[in-house]
């Protein structure tokens, strides 16, 4: 069992790149964490953060307790404790843990989140946890001129005993 994080900033490809792997990995479940987040209004506090990690933990433990090798995760997980909470609540379970971090420079981030007319962003909040995210002590991923797909690849070529094209 194998539990794949993908964090990083808003709109730098989390999904786009979770989907892609769960295209590439057989026997695989794919959530992204802002699908456990629809809430109405929507509201950053205690209670709904504590809600969500709730409702992700409870997803990821379903898919590998239905026999699914790989378990995706694309979330905006900007604080440590907040992915040590994650993998945490599912250390009965013991799945190998990989995390990655999506990282790019700022003029960059700011022009897909501009490019990007289905979503409005907070551009403030995004390079704020950009900031962050480049902080932490995760694998980064530079995404800076780079497609998709070579991102997947370099995610498949890190996953230990991974059949590689």
């Known amino acids: 069992m194998k539990l794949i994080i993908i964090n ?5 490809g989390k999904t786009t790149i979770g989907r892609l792997l769960h295209n590439r990995l057989s026997n695989s479940a794919f959530l992204d964490g802002d699908d456990v987040w629809k809430i109405n209004p929507f509201e950053v506090n205690e209670k709904t953060k504590s809600l ?3 409702n992700i933990t409870q997803v990821l433990r379903n898919y590998f307790e239905a026999g699914y090798e ?4 694309a979330w905006v997980l900007h604080q440590q404790s907040t992915i040590d909470r994650l993998i945490n609540n599912l250390d009965d379970l013991r799945p190998e843990t990989h995390v990655f971090t999506l990282v790019t420079d ?20 995004a390079r704020d ?6 902080l932490m002590e995760t694998t980064k991923i530079d995404t800076t001129g780079v497609k998709p797909e070579e991102i997947v690849k370099e995610i498949l ?3 230990v005993n991974y059949p590689h094209p």
Not at 129 to 134: D, I, K, M, T, V
Request: glycine share 8%; proline share 2%.
């Open 8 to 12: 990083g900033a808003p709109g730098i």
């Open 129 to 134: 946890r950009l900031r962050q995210s480049q």
């Open 106 to 125: 700022e003029d960059t981030l700011v022009a897909r989140l501009q490019a990007d007319t289905q979503t409005i962003r907070n551009l403030d909040t």
């Open 52 to 54: 969500v990690e709730k």
């Open 157 to 159: 070529g890190a996953i």
């Open 70 to 73: 790989y378990v995706i995760l």
